[in-house]
């Protein structure tokens, strides 16, 4: 069986560039984003420390370090929500209204679709996108740095990134070695990703088999006759 392993690599890619314009867009609008100022200044903060780090491993402190990525977590809540609200209406709603694909899957020619290559239900399809596109582990995030403390967020921050690199890690690992390419998300969710032309195929079997169906129906009608 014929897998579109790569093709589904590339397609990601195409998604997350997609949903990074898109989400730029938004997270520039003032009063959905009103600490974006606040939070290009962290994140300059941010690249300036661990440049500085990785010049001169001497000065890493943890305690900065720390103080340095909660305020940018902190003001950056808005963006994340925001990237969050994209990546969940492309990949979960674009993606059923547009029957399995996103625009990466339509670039390469490749679909979502049920066991039976059929196109999957709303369900399906809110599984699979809820556990490979980090939509919850982002979720928990989100929440965390909304009611926690310094401490508190980052050590319940360790484990959800443990989780959600669990999920990425196995179901990277299964596309590769599983002779039909399903993912952990794949198997959960009860899909596989095919190529265009085999669902096409499978259509045309359906309906072939439709016809011949309705064929034979006519035809014991008229002996009947």
């Known amino acids: 069986m014929k897998k579109p392993t790569l093709r589904r690599i590339g397609a990601y890619i195409v998604d997350m560039m997609v949903i990074t314009i898109i989400s730029s867009m938004f997270i520039r609008i003032e009063f959905l984003n009103p600490k974006y100022d606040e939070y290009q ?6 690249v300036d420390f661990t440049t500085e780090v990785m010049n001169n491993p001497d000065k890493l402190n943890d305690n900065n370090l720390n103080d340095i990525s909660y305020n940018l977590s902190k ?4 963006t994340n ?3 969050l609200v994209v990546t ?3 990949f979960i709603g674009f993606q059923y209204i547009n029957r399995g694909q996103t625009l990466g899957k339509k670039l390469f020619k490749i679909k979502v679709v049920d066991s039976e290559n059929r196109r999957p239900r709303f369900c399906q399809i809110l599984i699979r996108s809820l556990l490979i596109n980090s939509i919850v582990t982002n979720t928990i995030f989100v929440v965390m740095i909304s009611s926690l403390s310094k401490n508190a967020y980052f050590a319940g921050s360790q484990y959800v990134q443990l989780v959600d690199m669990a999920i990425m890690a196995s179901s990277f690992i299964l596309i590769m070695f599983r002779e039909d390419g399903k993912g952990l998300h794949d198997m959960i969710a ?7 032309s085999e669902e096409n195929e499978e259509n045309n079997k359906v309906k072939e088999a439709k016809v011949v169906k309705t064929t034979k129906k006519l035809n014991n009608k008229k ?3």
């Not at 009860?190 to 265009?196: L, Q, R």
Request: proline share 0%; net charge negative; no cysteine.
């Open 88 to 90: 969940a209406l492309y």
């Open 75 to 78: 003001t950056g809540l808005a």
């Open 223 to 225: 002996e009947d006759k």
């Open 41 to 46: 200044k962290a994140y300059n903060e941010y």
């Open 190 to 196: 009860g899909t596989k990703v095919v190529f265009e």
């Open 81 to 83: 929500v925001i990237t």
